[in-house]
């Protein structure tokens, strides 16, 4: 009997709990209403749900409606918090105004990168590498890019003289772009280690499934959600820890190798190319010789954000293009083999040079198309960051702490700024405006744009059209009897992944 009333007084604790949150987050959201010219809020039928279900289900249809009914900039309200969404008139405003607006600071709310990795100043380090030497000495990676990717096509392709079904282009592409990435990462010593490329495969992966417990306690309170999930990193827990260890086994013996070089060789010594010796080259990092003084949790951290960035995002670039390619043969095939083949004759089948990549133009153009649409319809949520509230040039205004995202779809479907038929896939409406696809204008987000837009955009587009290059002069591709799905599936805003097998073909 006292253990029923230990239980029954223990139920009603936990629901005085919840019903006191939730009172709690009801009077806390009446007390921020504030005084000031807000976007218009979308009508919503149903309280604290709000839109998240129609956002969730029915994405492309909530925007496009809110967006004709209430004009370019709204709010609505998903999961328990308002959030603002901005079209093509206002996404530059929000992109050029890095004082006012932070994607870091946005991103942080789905993924606590801070507490992940730590080392606040890596964020600036990574992109100074990434653009002063990723992207600086390009012209003097090609030649190592293109050895490892074709080393890489031949390991996860192969010869194909019977037709071969590779079932999951996504993940052989994750593979095939892993190798060329970890070649410029960590270097020529250990890119190859195998426990290293399994972390330079799944390290994104293992970071992101975390993330996708559905913020359900964002309902009473976003903050609630936050610090929910944030517990076990708090407590030292930490979903990369084992790729830490990996990044450490495999660098310590090459770092001390390198130090000991240096000392002994002096001016003599060849310093490799690499994101690895960048770190190497900051004194707070290695201040001397010894390698006891070398902070190495900075250098495994500062690459654990580099793959980050670079692994999915290209190689999900990558496997659209090859997907597009596949789905629309008849239309373009044929015409972007004789460009690759026109190319490859010009440079006598010896290696590509930068030169050459520049001169794909008609692929430059797919490939840029392909990116454009399979874009999101809302992305880049940028966090408020303005003292107490922002203005924008069209008088709206949002507090501090708001999440503001853009519209893509607005930006896409714009005849003005895309040409002709913007919803349809047209692989050189880029090329007829000359604008090759690492070029950041008004009508392409992929990449962000203003001082914060991606460093790294070069290296991924290069990678991408040298390896559908070699495919295009190497196989035929045709899909495994199962049709690409025509119509786009989204998840939320997200374009759902297509999985279809591929039958790869010597030529
Ligand atoms: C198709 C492939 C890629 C896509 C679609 C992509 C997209 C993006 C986007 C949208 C941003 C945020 C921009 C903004 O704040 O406005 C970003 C940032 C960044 N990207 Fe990429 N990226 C790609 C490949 C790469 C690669 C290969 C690297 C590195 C080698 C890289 C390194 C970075 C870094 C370091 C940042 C952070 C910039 C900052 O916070 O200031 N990205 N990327």
Redesign the pocket.
């Known amino acids: 009997m006292e253990k029923l009333i230990e239980i029954l007084l223990g139920d009603i604790y936990i629901q005085s709990f919840i019903i006191g949150l939730i009172i709690a987050a009801f009077l806390s959201k009446l007390s921020r209403r504030t005084n000031l010219n807000e976007p218009p809020l979308v009508y919503y039928r149903f309280p604290v749900i709000g839109h998240t279900w129609s956002y969730l289900k029915d994405c492309d249809k909530l925007i496009l409606e809110s967006r004709e009914k209430y004009g370019e900039t709204f709010s609505l309200y998903v999961f328990g918090q308002i959030m603002t969404i901005v079209g093509k008139e206002t996404t530059h405003e929000i992109?050029r105004k890095d004082q006012d607006f932070s994607?870091?600071e946005g991103f942080r709310m789905q993924i606590p990168m801070h507490l992940i990795f730590g080392h606040p100043r890596l964020?600036?380090e990574?992109?100074k590498?990434?653009r002063d030497f990723?992207?600086g000495k390009l012209k003097h990676l090609i030649s190592r890019l293109q050895k490892n990717i074709i080393n890489a096509i031949d390991l996860h392709i192969g010869e194909c003289v019977e037709p071969k079904v590779i079932r999951y282009p996504r993940k052989t592409l994750v593979d095939i772009i892993a190798i060329p990435?970890a070649n410029?990462?960590v270097g020529e010593e250990c890119y190859n280690n195998e426990d290293m490329l399994e972390t330079f495969k799944t390290l994104t992966f293992s970071l992101i499934k975390l993330f996708r417990i559905p913020p359900i306690l964002s309902f009473i309170h976003p903050w609630l959600h936050q610090q929910i999930i944030t517990i076990p990193l708090r407590f030292g827990w930490n979903p990369i820890s084992k790729h830490r260890k990996v990044i450490l086994n495999c660098i310590k013996p090459v770092i001390e190798k390198r130090l000991n070089d240096k000392k002994r060789l002096g001016d003599a010594w060849v310093a490799p190319l690499d994101a690895l010796q960048c770190y190497l080259n900051d004194p707070n990092v290695a201040p001397d010789f010894n390698p006891n003084n070398i902070n190495y949790d900075y250098i495994a951290d500062g690459i654990g954000?580099?793959i980050f960035?670079?692994?999915a995002?290209?190689s999900?670039?990558?496997t659209r293009v090859l997907y597009d390619l596949v789905e629309r043969k008849q239309q373009y095939w044929q015409e972007l083999y004789q460009e690759a083949q026109e190319i490859n004759k010009q440079c006598n089948g010896n290696e590509l040079t930068s030169d050459d990549i520049a001169r794909m133009v008609k692929l430059d153009s797919f490939v840029k198309e392909s990116?454009r649409f399979t874009s999101p319809i809302v992305?880049?949520p940028?966090k408020c960051i303005s003292k107490s509230y922002y203005t924008f040039a069209n008088g709206y205004q949002v507090p501090s702490g708001r999440i503001v995202s853009l519209n893509f779809r607005d930006t896409n479907n714009d005849e003005e700024l895309q040409g002709k038929n913007p919803t349809e896939f047209y692989a050189y409406r880029h090329l007829e405006r000359n604008s090759p696809a690492t070029k950041l204008e008004r009508n392409f987000?992929?990449?962000?744009?203003?001082?914060?837009?991606?460093?790294?955009?070069a290296?991924?587009?290069n990678?991408?059209k040298m390896f559908v290059h070699k495919v295009l002069l190497k196989y035929d591709v045709r899909t495994d009897n199962k049709e690409i799905e025509a119509k786009k599936r989204y998840l939320g805003p997200f374009p759902v992944p297509v999985n279809v097998g591929l039958v790869f073909e010597n030529r």
């Open positions: 992109l994607f870091r964020v600036e990574n992109v590498i990434v990723v992207v990435v410029i990462i954000r580099l960035a670079s692994i995002t290209t999900n670039g990558a990116l992305a880049l940028h987000l992929t990449f962000g744009g203003g001082k914060h837009a991606c460093p790294g955009r290296l991924a587009i990678e991408i």
